[in-house]
């Protein structure tokens, strides 16, 4: 299935749904760092949303030290940040709410 890259205008609206997250432009994707009690709630956390990932067949980038996630979207087929993202970031902050 062909993934698009979202234009300045929907990329700009969908951000306005996010405020938790930050458009990176020279990693066309979007940040967002996530801390926590201990490293077992970070390890939780990431295993949660490695299952909605692999069934989303949608994978972050990401980075954890001990209480900290910090987690990059971008789609790379679609060469920056597509709809896929922004299901992902809007899926992640329904479990971190």
Do not use: C
Request: hydrophobic share 45%.
């Amino acid at each position: 299935m062909q993934v698009s890259r979202l234009d300045d205008t929907a990329r700009d609206a969908a951000m306005q749904q996010l405020p938790q997250w930050t458009y990176d432009a020279d990693a066309k994707g979007i940040r967002r760092s996530v801390r926590f009690g201990d490293f077992a709630e970070a390890f939780g956390f990431m295993t949660r949303i490695a299952i909605l990932a692999e069934k989303a067949d949608h994978h972050p980038e990401w980075f954890n030290v001990y209480n900290r996630v910090d987690i990059l979207l971008t789609t790379h087929d679609a060469g920056g940040l597509s709809q896929r993202d922004i299901n992902l970031a809007t899926a992640i902050d329904a479990i971190t709410v």
